[in-house]
């Protein structure tokens, strides 16, 4: 039998799952939010900090960044990183559902570059030299664009794709690759699982983590190829996922049925929710889509859109207050000041409560990253003099 949520249960339940509604998303810490996360997205771009290191925060608050760093990176490995909905941080007890991939690009043998002769080479570098990064094997470039990379760093991120090497730590922002032999606990390297039950075990993760998704939901969190996508339907179907089906009313009718963790339905979300500007790379907003139809709320990434053309800023963070995603924060710092290049509100959200809430998320933020002073720079003119109210009566 198919259950029917409204779109605002639907939305506490995914908050829940997600880790910003109630006291039970913050126990154990970073490393406990990895796992219920299933996988945190990693990007270059640095504002406020890395993305990663963002996520974290969002759900836990001021949780000091080495903490963070290590929930990830420490040693045993726990975490080892590979492609999910894009290059991720992944728990390293799911190494094994990721053989579905490592074996697709063994025998696609192309990726964004030919593969190089060189491969046997920079494997046994490894070998007997390892753990290496690309500055022991020859560098990542040939000089060129970032995409010109160097046979050696070719040949390396062929070997990470296909399982030979594994990243499961970072120094600085580079990888540090070692045998998947050495750095991956022999029970999971022996692990071995059909495509059809690395899909299944992988969309039931993703199903947990997102609480409630629509098929296309589950598709883009494991950034599943159409061959894959059939399989997803057939363990859907067959109730081997562990999802159960349900209808969320004032969802657009092609999205209204969805699949939903059976333990998330089993209790009423409640609790504190949190307030926090996301990463744009947060699993709860990195699919447009999905976001606009949980929050009614349009928002991309402006970073690669030429400056002239972008509306809300070169790293826009939502702000999520109350369960809703209330407005826009453009940040960047300078110094000890952390500065508000834009901030905006979203359509129906009264300036005076909005201005409390981006204030307070202005200025947690800004004693996180070791800030002593927040500046706003362009606001709309309603919410100016409500924020600078705001952001004194909070001032530490």
């Not at 909005?354 to 933020?365: D, H, I, N, V």
């Amino acid at each position: 039998m198919q259950l029917s949520l409204s779109s605002d249960e639907a939305r506490r339940v995914i908050l829940r799952a997600q880790g910003f509604l109630g006291a039970e998303a913050r126990r154990g810490g970073a490393p406990a939010t990895l796992r219920r996360l299933g996988a945190v997205q990693l990007d270059t771009i640095s504002v406020l900090a890395r993305s990663h290191e963002l996520v974290a925060y969002a759900r836990l608050g001021a949780v000091g960044r080495q903490e963070v760093e290590r929930a990830y990176w420490d040693e045993p490995a726990r975490a080892f990183e590979y492609w999910c909905h894009a290059a991720c941080i992944l728990p390293i007890g799911d190494w094994a559902l990721y053989a579905f991939r490592r074996r697709y690009f063994r025998a696609r043998k192309f990726r964004w570059h030919e593969v190089p002769d060189s491969v046997g080479k920079v494997l046994n570098l490894v070998r007997e030299s390892g753990p290496v990064t690309t500055a022991d094997i020859g560098g990542a470039k040939k000089g060129g664009p970032w995409w010109d990379w160097s046979d050696s760093k070719i040949a390396i991120e062929w070997l990470l794709d296909t399982g030979e090497v594994v990243c499961t730590r970072r120094v600085g922002w580079r990888r540090v690759y070692d045998l998947a032999e050495r750095a991956v606990p022999a029970d999971l390297l022996a692990e071995e699982l059909s495509d059809a039950e690395c899909v299944t075990r992988l969309a039931g993760m993703a199903g947990v983590a997102l609480g409630v998704a629509t098929r296309a939901d589950l598709v883009d969190f494991l950034r599943l190829k159409a061959p894959e996508a059939r399989l997803l339907d057939a363990c859907l179907l067959d109730g081997s996922t562990g999802l159960v089906p349900v209808r969320v009313a004032g969802w657009p009718e092609r999205a209204a049925d969805a699949w939903a963790d059976p333990a998330a339905l089993e209790s009423e979300p409640k609790g504190r929710h949190r307030t926090t500007p996301l990463s744009p790379f947060d699993s709860l907003v990195w699919d447009r889509a999905r976001t606009a139809r949980v929050f009614g709320f349009n928002h991309r990434l402006e970073a690669y859109v030429p400056k002239e053309k972008r509306v809300h800023g070169y790293f826009t963070m939502p702000v999520l207050a109350g369960g809703r995603l209330i407005g826009r924060i453009d940040p960047a710092r300078e110094g000890a000041t952390l500065v508000a290049r834009q901030v905006s509100l979203e359509p129906g959200v009264t300036p005076g409560r909005g201005a409390a809430s981006l204030a307070g998320a202005l200025w947690e933020a800004a004693s996180w990253v070791g800030c002593e002073a927040v500046r706003v720079e362009r606001v709309d003119p309603l919410l100016a003099g409500p924020l600078q109210d705001a952001l004194k009566r909070d001032a530490p």
